[in-house]
């Protein structure tokens, strides 16, 4: 130690720079930066996500919005435990560190200290979720066949980053105990992953939940925002809440220490009261949500009718028979298409009645009570088709059941129709047993109900599907039918389908 | 006078900690004496503007500390080491003095000089991008002090500073409260009449909450020729004093 009066030493690793006029809290800042837990958490978040949410939402069919929709129920809540720990660590740093008597006799107020501290955390803390979005949205962009990125389900996961290192943040200041950080980590997983589970039909107030991506029982679906644009009505209100949510208890930790003086805490009143108030309106328009036709929330006070128009699209279509004609984001699913519906494009092509091609249309929801959905499907028959509710590689989904779930409803729709020319959608429409026969023939095993007994031949459907008495006539000429080549049976049809449809032709008949 | 104490007395519930002390004190070296539990951190402690007195009057650099505004001005010209340093052990020294500059809102463009030149004046600079887990309990008391003395404070207040200090960093340390004594007042609490006899131009010795003796260290060294008990002068006046306090 010198007595001496100084002059500032050279070597010294902050040494004045000339020309440099770095601000103080700017100074600060990157102090807190280069000393934060969640840069230490950064791989943690990466592993968590890439664990939990990144294989299963890249196992997912590479469209945007299964994709982005996905990615948004997931990402927050894998990040929730990093993040909040860090918070919470950072903000009990100072009770921890018995720093507190050494600050609090500094001139800089308290709240501008915590603010510097909760932005180095929460900067490094959006940096593991922009990593996340990008690693995803990069590898969605190479694989998409069709659109661009969803932008919605980024900016309410990035906005939650701030809520949740809030929340950790204020616990952390306010209980500044080695416990806390588990605690609140805890309760901020539990409560967010409950706040998801507890949504109930298109009015429901949880759905303000940043981790709720469309309407509760539909969420992440192949046909939601594809033939239609992305509403951002839910993601605007989930926004407003994080935020508000981040603003209010940033500004009650103001308002909670003397030590920032009357000017600042008035100022720090008006952005809890803001942000408080900003999260209540959030809520209270999530609760006037309803569902839209196409699958997605509307909320009257944000929505904009413009958004309302069809995305315009050219479709992507098989060279086949008859082609299938499908939205490009499921270009993907063309082949398994045409290989699972071939035989009967091919069986039915240029017979009257046949389509010239069929055309892949938008579902159409609607809300039931509580959570339940009905999908109104809307189709008219004939030229046009909804595609199952699941496509490969969703959970659970498999292409042997996506081409099933294909001959059940749009093969069997296809055949119906030609066979039975302007009756089959008629309810009062009884098909005679060589129509069913022929029917039966021309999809797969299980399209067609089979009957144990020859009473079930009087009702002669059952669910959508034609009911075919086992060991009847009827099912044997089904068994001979379905054995011939798929040009024979086109071939027959040609000649017979007046007659079939007439119903002069009996099952003996049959080839 | 930078510090002017009137009947400043504080309460921990029942624990009357400081009992209505009156200290005027100018620019120089004041050492603050007294035995354990005297009171001698909460008054250092009102004086940090850390916590508020029960009652009386405190004015700082001709300041009341009691309004925000003035307070917050008092701080920026203040300089504090605690008895307990708390610290942050994955700064390095240079960080951690940049840290407590910055929170005295010492101008940014003057921040770097003035860190640099509160660690040479502890005798740090060979260790400035050490982080402070790895330092020892007397390089760690350094750190303190430099971050104490990083903004030039007016008013610089020192909680037992010399705790932990080698004998050769003890004595450069009481060059260094003379000089820095020079443009400010320094008060220096601790038990170690040595360092009070070697750098204070006047003393205080507290007991029970009170100030039992204000004078110069030869005021106080003439307390002791008839009565104290220790081995140096000041340590006999300080047992002197005391005594005479408590019968």
Known sequence: MTAATPVAPGPLPVAPRAGVAVPGLARLLRLELRHNAMLWLLPVAGALFWFNGYREIMALPPMWNLRAMTLQNRLLLDLTIPVTAAAAWMGSREGRRNVADLVAGTARPRWARQLATWAATTAWAEVACLACIAAVYVMTARQASWGGPLWWPAVVSAAGIPALTAIGFAAGAWFPGRFVTPLVTIVAFFGLGFGTQAASGDHSYWQISPLTAGAFDIGAAPGVATFYHYLPDLSIAQVMFTTGITFGILGVLGVSSALNGPRLRRLAAVIAAAGLAAAGTAVALAGTGRLDPHGMIVIPALHDAASNQPVRYTPACSRTAIPVCVHPAFA???????????????????LPGAPARISQVAEVYQQEPQNGIVSLAGVPGGSTFILPDQVPGEPGATSAQFAGDLEDTLGLQLIRDVILGENASAVAARPSQAQLAVIAASVRPGSVWLGPSAADANAPELSGRPLLALSSPAARAAHRFAALPPDAKHAWLAQHLAALRAGRIPPAQLP | MNVEITELTRR??????????????????????????????????????????????????????????????????????????????????????????????????????????AIERVDLGGKARAKLRTLSGGMLRRVGIAQAIVNEPELLLLDEPTAGLDPEQRVQFRALLRDLGQRATVVVSTHLVEDVGAACSEVALMDQGKIVFQGTPAELTARGTEHGTGDAPLERGYTAVLAAARS
């Not at chain 2, 508020?52 to 405190?58: D, E, I, Q």
């Not at chain 2, 960080?95 to 860190?115: D, G, N, S």
């Open chain 2, 12 to 117: 921990f519930g029942r624990n009357l900690a400081v009992a209505g002390v009156d200290l005027q004190a100018g620019p120089g070296v004041f050492g603050l004496l007294g035995p354990n539990g005297a009171g001698k951190t909460t008054l250092l402690r009102m004086m940090a503007t850390v916590i508020p007195p029960t009652a009386g009057r405190l004015r700082l650099l001709g300041r009341d500390p009691g309004a925000y505004g003035p307070r917050r001005e008092i701080r920026r010209r203040l300089g504090y080491l605690p008895q307990n340093l708390g610290y942050y052990p994955g700064f390095t020294v240079v960080e951690f003095v940049e840290y407590f500059a910055l929170l005295k809102e010492t101008p940014a463009a003057r921040v770097p000089a003035a860190v640099a030149t």
């Open chain 1, 332 to 350: 993907v699913f063309l082949p398994a298409m045409t290989a699972a519906v071939g035989p009967e494009l091919t069986e039915i092509a240029g």
